[in-house]
């Protein structure tokens, strides 16, 4: 199951609101191929690199535009590319389980939408069954998906936290993530080992006791 795959673009921006997928994009964001975008962006940071007095006949220089290129398509914005929305696999809940499942410490790699350097940090995900069970890897899928993007961090809890509800069919969905913004540790700022933590509860989430557990889990 996708929720946004292969539907039209247009389409695809609707149901993305709806999943408070509120990345401006523009409509016709899918247009150009993925190998279109890197031949484009190679030129372009060709431009920068030139502009900022790089020799790009040095053998070590040469290629960066390409790497550079192809890195930003295929791996650090590739969640931009609705054919990289992860399939998602729903079980039934065979064993009636009805505590909640939490899958904490996913890795986050993203990149922060304002310098365009790295977030790095953690994410936690809690549900409750609604009838359904997710395939653990599809948790740390989605948030990859979601992750590899420019992004803010509000955004990006957020986003995890509403696709999981319309995946599970359940409102009983809590995410929390903790990140280090590189633009506040290496620039600005410099404020090295200062952490950013946001939270999306939702459902039985919103319940103290619920919360709390949750809460207490993760920071086993
Ligand atoms: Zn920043």
Redesign the pocket.
């Known amino acids: 199951m996708n929720l946004t795959r292969s539907k039209s673009n247009e389409d695809r921006l609707v149901i993305n609101k709806l999943l408070g997928d509120n990345h401006i994009l523009i409509p016709d964001a899918d247009e150009l191929a993925p190998a279109e975008k890197i031949k484009l962006i190679e030129k372009k940071f060709r431009d920068i690199m030139l502009i900022l007095g790089l020799d790009l006949t040095d053998d070590s220089l040469k290629d960066t535009p390409l790497r550079v290129a192809k890195m930003y398509v295929n791996e650090t914005f590739s969640g931009l590319l609705p054919e990289n929305e992860p399939s998602i696999t729903l079980f039934d809940n065979k064993y009636n389980y009805s505590e909640m499942l939490i899958e904490k410490n996913i890795p986050v790699y993203s990149c922060?939408?304002?310098?365009f350097?790295p977030i790095i940090g953690k994410a936690h995900i809690g549900y409750i069954s609604g009838g359904k069970v997710i395939g653990l890897s599809k948790l740390n899928r989605i948030v990859h998906y979601f992750a590899k993007r420019p992004q803010v961090q509000e955004r990006l809890t957020v986003q995890v936290a509403e696709y999981l509800k319309e995946a599970l069919g359940t409102e009983n969905v809590a995410v929390m993530m903790e990140a280090e913004?590189?633009?506040?540790a290496s620039r600005g700022v410099r404020d090295v080992g200062s952490s950013t933590i946001t939270s999306s509860y939702h459902g039985q989430f919103l319940d103290p006791v619920k919360r709390n557990e949750f809460n207490l889990q993760i920071k086993h």
């Not at 913004?181 to 506040?184: D, I, K, R, S, Y």
Request: proline letters at 0%; one cysteine or more.
């Open positions: 922060c939408e304002h310098h350097v913004h590189l633009c506040v």
